[in-house]
């Protein structure tokens, strides 16, 4: 048989809010929730953007005024709102009005030079050859300079990029746990893999306990690695400033730290650790390796996942060089707008008329069991994943440039469900999480692969959302808001449309597509299809079963008598998860964070010719023993 890859958790943060238990989702898509949903939505926002907290049972502003919950959307709800998905790029980050940077001057002196005075340790090494030192009292020096001389002034400037899909306002992950000198982008790693696993009413220790230490596996990388100045934005720059680079500017940099961070601070895994990148499409590469790992009985439990953290000038100032991103100029243009800011609320508009992609930042994960395990206990099954097809797309132009990949991909994808659950359910109950990341040139061939694979499959109105019109592009974890997102489909019945758009573009393939401009009331939905396009042709495609088509492959498998048992360990898994819910709505999110906790020292391993054992650990690891080779040798 093979192994199912089972959902059972899913935790991180973006630009909608906290992951777990769809919160992101129900930002997006509030305006269509009802009374009970849309009030726990806003206090749990409330209280993650620090406008509330929660002290003896009781909700208080910051001036210590208790605050109900039916009150919540009333008080601070424009607030919450405006602090939400993509908007003005805010101070944290940098000021998109006066942007710094270093203006290079030529200074020519006069007839009588240019004279400072300095420090000495102060003077460049080598001088210059037109300086003329006088050594003065107190280890100072007066300079002369005749002729030319170049320096860097700071400065600043009008940044043509001014919006991002942010982390919501006021949320800060450092504040949460004993973050030391770590960039954001590891912050959020930890806040995201910890509400990945409370999420699943089970403690990482409790659900280690049921595997072997090697039957464990995190897979998760960032595109960028870690672009802070704490990261591998200190280590370039800092020089540059005059600045000292630190002992950690370039291991925390590194792209691989997501994975290790979980694995030394989070869960203390000894398991597979698997770090990849693919672009765009990076959370989709690091998930197929999962589910390969999965299908395969090499693991049984997975952390999936990924992280990228960068609003900075530079990463924004090299897609903006490229023409990527939307613009101050299009935008303004694209509206008629003569005078004042453009829409920033609107920068992103996938599919309809556009000028680019807007940047996000975020941090997702799931966590992934296969189908017995999940049985064995009584996990809250969220959906599956039959596969993810990678695909690149073979001779170019330009690196940059769409190619044939993605056909390969969603066409694979769309087999594969037809061939599990039948034609019927591919054509009437599927959707895509689209890539969309509002160019003009991936509104028209994204658009046109959908259209043909519709075309040749015999769908017809196939509902079509995207993401990022919401949360921008946050490159890394990209896929992983769309996997949420398909996931908040299954739970609640509403499809996303695109607000942020008047009408689809005339150029855009539409004939077979729903490309809706509102959110909308959908039937129960079988398959997700999450689709991505990267940069250098790093196309994926997942397949993502709902719930209950989860459900009743697994009582196909296992029978009904079992999953009657599963669902009796259910009830308490579920008082579990709502217990962690309450907590998370309420800003108590218990990170995880075992900083030298736990550490193993060689004492600690026991070695035989057959296994290992580890103190705190379970079980043991079986050696390998079966020669896979035995016909060849």
Request: include cysteine.
């Amino acid at each position: 048989m093979t192994a199912l890859p089972v959902i059972v958790g899913m935790g991180g943060i973006n630009a909608a809010g906290r992951t777990s238990f769809h919160q992101g989702f129900r930002r997006i898509v509030i305006d269509k929730l009802n009374e009970e949903a849309r009030q726990e939505t806003f206090v749990g926002l409330a209280t993650l953007m620090n406008l509330l907290t929660y002290t003896d049972g009781k909700l208080q502003d910051q001036d210590g005024n208790e605050v109900t919950p039916d009150q919540v959307e009333a008080k601070f709800g424009e607030q919450i709102l405006a602090g939400t998905l993509i908007r003005k790029i805010e101070a944290e980050h940098f000021d998109p009005d006066a942007t710094s940077w270093q203006q290079k001057l030529t200074m020519q002196s006069s007839e009588t030079g240019i004279c400072f005075e300095t420090r000495a340790r102060d003077l460049p090494v080598p001088l210059p050859r037109s300086w003329k030192i006088t050594e003065l009292s107190d280890k100072r020096v007066r300079v002369e300079i005749a002729g030319e001389v170049e320096v860097m002034h700071a400065s600043t400037r009008d940044n043509p990029i001014k919006a991002a899909g942010q982390f919501p306002t006021g949320f800060d992950p450092a504040v949460l746990y004993n973050s030391r000198y770590q960039p954001r982008g590891l912050q959020a790693t930890i806040f995201g893999a910890a509400d990945a696993i409370h999420s699943t009413g089970y403690s990482w220790d409790t659900l280690a306990s049921h595997v072997s230490p090697d039957e464990i596996g995190t897979y998760s990388a960032s595109v960028f690695g870690q672009v802070q100045a704490e990261g591998h934005g200190g280590m370039m720059q800092n020089r540059l400033r005059g600045e000292r680079v630190s002992t950690k500017n370039l291991a925390l940099g590194l792209n691989t730290m997501s994975t290790d961070f979980i694995n030394a601070y989070v869960t203390g895994s000894v398991g597979t650790t698997f770090t990849s990148t693919g672009a765009c499409a990076t959370f989709l590469y690091n998930l197929k390796a999962a589910v390969q790992d999965i299908k395969a009985g090499r693991i049984r439990l997975a952390i999936v996942g990924g992280n990228d953290c960068s609003i900075t000038p530079e990463v924004i100032e090299g897609f903006g060089n490229m023409s990527a991103l939307a613009n101050e100029e299009g935008l303004k243009k694209l509206d008629g707008i003569t005078e004042g800011e453009a829409d920033h609320r609107r920068t992103s508009r996938p599919f309809g008329e556009n000028c680019g992609f807007t940047i996000g930042e975020a941090a997702q994960f799931l966590v992934i069991m296969d189908d017995s395990l999940a049985l064995e206990l009584g996990a809250k099954v969220l959906g599956s994943i039959a596969d993810v097809y990678t695909n690149a797309d073979g001779i170019k132009k330009s690196i940059t440039a769409p190619g044939p990949g993605n056909y390969i991909t969603m066409a694979k994808s769309v087999a594969l469900a037809k061939s599990i659950l039948g034609e019927e359910a591919v054509q009437q109950r599927s959707f895509i999480l689209a890539h969309g990341s509002s160019t003009p040139q991936n509104r028209v061939t994204e658009s046109l692969i959908y259209h043909r694979i519709a075309d040749s499959f015999g769908i017809s109105n196939w509902p079509v959302a995207a993401p990022k019109a919401y949360l921008g592009h946050t490159i890394g974890p990209a896929s992983g808001d769309q996997v949420a997102w398909a996931l908040g489909v299954f739970e609640y019945n509403i499809m996303p449309g695109i607000t942020t758009i008047d009408k689809v573009a005339d150029d855009v393939y539409d004939e077979r597509l729903n490309i809706a401009t509102e959110h909308w009331q959908c039937q129960d939905m079988d398959i997700a299809f999450i689709n991505s396009k990267g940069f250098g042709g790093n196309n994926a495609t997942a397949t993502i079963f709902s719930p209950n088509v989860t459900l009743s492959m697994m009582e196909k498998r296992h029978g009904a008598k079992a999953m009657e048992c599963y669902r009796d360990k259910l009830i308490s898994v579920e008082y579990a998860q709502q217990a962690y819910r309450h907590q998370a709505d309420n800003a108590q999110f218990d990170l995880i964070y075992k900083f030298g906790d736990g550490v193993l020292a060689d004492q600690d391993v026991e070695l035989t010719a057959a296994s290992i054992s580890m103190t705190g650990m379970k079980n043991t690891i079986e050696l390998p023993s079966v020669n896979p080779f035995s016909d060849m040798v």
